[in-house]
């Protein structure tokens, strides 16, 4: 079993890849409007400042990354099942 990043998946191959947050929507995630620096001020001040396109292409390819990675299958795993009350752990 492997448990890590996405990038640290890359070039490696798994028999099944779970992806958590993906059932939610919350993975990739929504790539927003810096509302400090809107994209319009980042084009004017010149490379190196991400655009919310290149936020959204990086989500994307990092999606395409951890599904590659499956060899055999690939599951969206629900956060909030995956945490439920039903397995907590009890002390003695």
Same mark, same amino acid.
């Given at each position: 079993? @492997?448990?890590?990043?996405?990038?640290?998946?890359?070039? %490696?191959?798994?028999?099944?890849? =779970?992806?958590?947050?993906?059932?939610?929507?919350? =993975?990739?995630?929504? !790539?927003?409007?810096?509302?400090?620096?809107?994209?319009? +001020? %980042?084009?004017?001040?010149?490379?190196?400042?991400?655009?919310?396109?290149? *936020?959204?292409?990086?989500?994307?390819?990092?999606?395409?990354? !951890? +599904? !590659?990675?499956?060899?055999?299958?690939?599951?969206?795993? *629900?956060?909030?099942? !995956? @945490?439920?009350?039903? *397995?907590?752990?009890?002390?003695?």
């Amino acid at each position: 079993m @492997f448990v890590g990043s996405i990038e640290e998946a890359r070039g %490696r191959e798994f028999p099944v890849v =779970f992806l958590p947050g993906l059932a939610e929507g919350l =993975f990739p995630q929504r !790539a927003l409007e810096d509302p400090l620096l809107l994209d319009d +001020c %980042r084009r004017e001040l010149g490379d190196g400042l991400l655009l919310r396109e290149d *936020r959204t292409l990086e989500e994307r390819e990092r999606l395409q990354l !951890a +599904c !590659a990675a499956a060899r055999d299958r690939r599951d969206a795993v *629900r956060l909030s099942a !995956a @945490f439920s009350s039903s *397995r907590s752990f009890r002390g003695t």
